[in-house]
């Protein structure tokens, strides 16, 4: 399991229906169990290339998430939006399937 971070996400899971916080997995940024929520600033890696967790162009990035639902137990895919080195929020990825089935 590699290292990731963790963003509270208040959605509605794809698989249930349930309206709930999620603990949302992301591997982007300074990858160290951080944990964040909406509106907070996002850390990053100081002289490092994007894909080993420096900052993107303008602090801008859709990021992969992941999380399991706590009422259902499936899991799914979110895209992460960080806008300008801020958390902004997350959306249910309709593409990606869980690897719960």
């Given at each position: 399991?590699?290292?990731?971070?963790?963003?509270?996400?208040?959605?509605?899971?794809?698989?249930?229906?349930?309206?709930?916080?999620?603990?949302?997995?992301?591997?982007?940024?300074?990858?160290?169990?951080?944990?964040?929520?909406?509106?907070?600033?996002?850390?990053?890696v100081t002289g490092r290339s994007v894909q080993?967790?420096?900052?993107?162009?303008?602090?801008?990035?859709v990021a992969e998430g992941y999380t399991e639902?706590?009422?259902?137990q499936k899991d799914f895919f979110v895209d992460?939006?960080?806008?300008?080195?801020?958390?902004?929020?997350?959306?249910?990825?309709?593409?990606?399937?869980?690897?719960?089935?």
């Amino acid at each position: 399991m590699g290292a990731f971070n963790e963003i509270a996400w208040a959605g509605t899971c794809p698989r249930c229906q349930c309206s709930t916080e999620f603990q949302v997995e992301v591997k982007v940024g300074l990858k160290d169990q951080l944990n964040y929520r909406i509106g907070d600033q996002y850390q990053w890696v100081t002289g490092r290339s994007v894909q080993k967790g420096g900052r993107p162009d303008g602090g801008n990035i859709v990021a992969e998430g992941y999380t399991e639902c706590p009422n259902c137990q499936k899991d799914f895919f979110v895209d992460v939006v960080i806008e300008q080195d801020t958390v902004c929020g997350a959306k249910v990825d309709p593409t990606r399937e869980g690897y719960i089935e």
